[in-house]
């Protein structure tokens, strides 16, 4: 069994949840801002599991969050706290916790919802930001698709079920993945129940939102947001060239409002991009280069 590249790192949320991120130590060289990694809406820490131990290699001591309500972060007692502005919140209180002042936040999908929030409440936090496959408003057709199975029931009694319905979700995303691929991909997002069988590692209760407020409670108007962090500070757009989350137009247009936003499109990739690819960690590389 290969040794795990991170230690787990307890933190405690400004309302007292017990919250939980995977902390890889960088490597020897000279010292460099950290990474904060942010996942998306259903998954967890483990969807950095490739990318992380790079970074990390390179010099960068990377965090990769469990948002409260997934992985190994505690279940929130009123589920309409599951929202972009709280999860805000609670990295501001990992950065207060483990002595973090400025980082690089590297936020997918719902992350990147979460790091333009985070611009609007500590916007001297971000140094530099990565934000995969999601904008400022997102395309219906994504949306509705996510919509359809977060929070829902699943009958998942074996390993195969898991990879299945992993790969029902999912395969439009990621097409070339190989039956071992998606019984990966069903380890990071699922974990045992107590009765031995595979059960979806975060809280149904995170739709709770979504269906209180329908799509703006996911997605409100981030526009004012995401001109905030993209000023002045490096940013890199990273989209699924067949993304139904991130449409081309909605790319453009923040290319357009943000003129100096480095960009990469991962080919023969949907919503989103794992960053294993090889075109998105050129990109990401490339673009940490430049960041001190």
Do not use: C
């Amino acid at each position: 069994m290969t040794q795990a590249s991170f230690v787990d790192r307890r933190f405690t949320s400004f309302d007292g949840l017990d919250l939980h991120a995977r902390d890889h130590a960088p490597g020897a060289g000279p010292a460099k801002l950290p990474v904060i990694a942010i996942h998306g809406l259903t998954r967890n820490s483990a969807d950095f599991g490739a990318i992380a131990p790079e970074l990390a290699r390179a010099g960068r001591r990377v965090l990769a969050v469990d948002v409260r309500g997934r992985g190994r972060s505690d279940r929130a007692p009123d589920p309409m706290t599951y929202q972009p502005a709280v999860y805000a919140k609670d990295v501001i209180s990992l950065m207060e916790q483990a002595g973090i002042e400025r980082a690089v936040f590297l936020g997918t999908s719902m992350g990147g919802l979460i790091t333009m929030a985070l611009a609007a409440i500590r916007s001297r936090a971000i140094a530099a930001a990565i934000i995969n496959d999601v904008g400022p408003e997102v395309a219906k057709e994504g949306l509705a698709r996510i919509a359809a199975y977060a929070g829902q029931p699943v009958d998942t009694p074996t390993w195969a079920d898991a990879a299945a319905y992993a790969r029902r979700n999912n395969a439009v995303a990621l097409p070339h993945y190989s039956d071992a691929d998606w019984d990966a991909f069903a380890r990071r997002t699922f974990r045992e129940g107590p009765d031995g069988a595979p059960i979806l590692d975060y809280d149904p209760d995170i739709a709770v939102p979504i269906r209180a407020m329908g799509a703006k409670g996911l997605v409100p108007n981030l526009w004012p947001m995401f001109g905030r962090l993209a000023k002045g500070r490096p940013t890199l757009l990273i989209r699924g060239a067949t993304s139904d989350l991130l449409s081309p137009e909605i790319a453009a247009k923040m290319r357009r409002r943000a003129p100096t936003m480095a960009y990469a499109e991962v080919p023969g990739v949907g919503h989103a991009p794992m960053l294993d690819e090889p075109e998105a960690k050129a990109a990401i590389f490339e673009f940490l280069s430049e960041v001190p």
